[in-house]
């Protein structure tokens, strides 16, 4: 089993940027992506970069998030800017090994995921 460990969540106010880290514990060689789940809600795709490096973002993050990896360091990233109270949630790296693209839709398809790190956006 790969092991998935993010870092950098925080609580900041709205309108500032975070940049989340998730090492993994082999290469980055297949689809990867970020997902959140707010209290009450079910898990969501925010961000996803294939092996080609090709990323597809969620709607509401489009224009403000940026999904990027660095496979020298096996860290997977992602850049968040103009934060909303809206974007608190808690934060999941996932691995789909195997694969060189996924559809943000298909959480299942997944097959590692980190323990998360929370984000807190205040008004």
């Known amino acids: 089993q790969v092991q998935l460990t993010e870092s950098g969540g925080g609580s900041v106010q709205a309108g500032g940027s975070l940049r989340l880290s998730c090492s993994a514990s082999?290469?980055?060689?297949?689809?990867m992506a970020w997902f959140r789940q707010a209290p009450g809600k079910e898990r969501a795709g925010v961000a996803v970069?294939?092996?080609?490096?090709?990323?597809r973002y969620a709607a509401s993050v489009k224009g403000r998030f940026t999904i990027s990896k660095d496979n020298a360091k096996n860290t997977l990233y992602l850049q968040m800017n103009n934060l909303k109270p809206e974007d608190t949630a808690m934060y999941y790296c996932?691995?789909?090994?195997?694969?060189?693209?996924?559809?943000?839709?298909?959480?299942?398809?997944?097959?590692?995921w980190g323990q998360g790190t929370q984000v807190t956006v205040s008004s």
């Open positions: 082999r290469q980055m060689t297949d689809c």
């Open positions: 996932a691995g789909g090994w195997g694969y060189r693209s996924i559809s943000l839709s298909v959480p299942s398809a997944f097959g590692d």
């Open positions: 970069i294939d092996t080609d490096g090709t990323t």
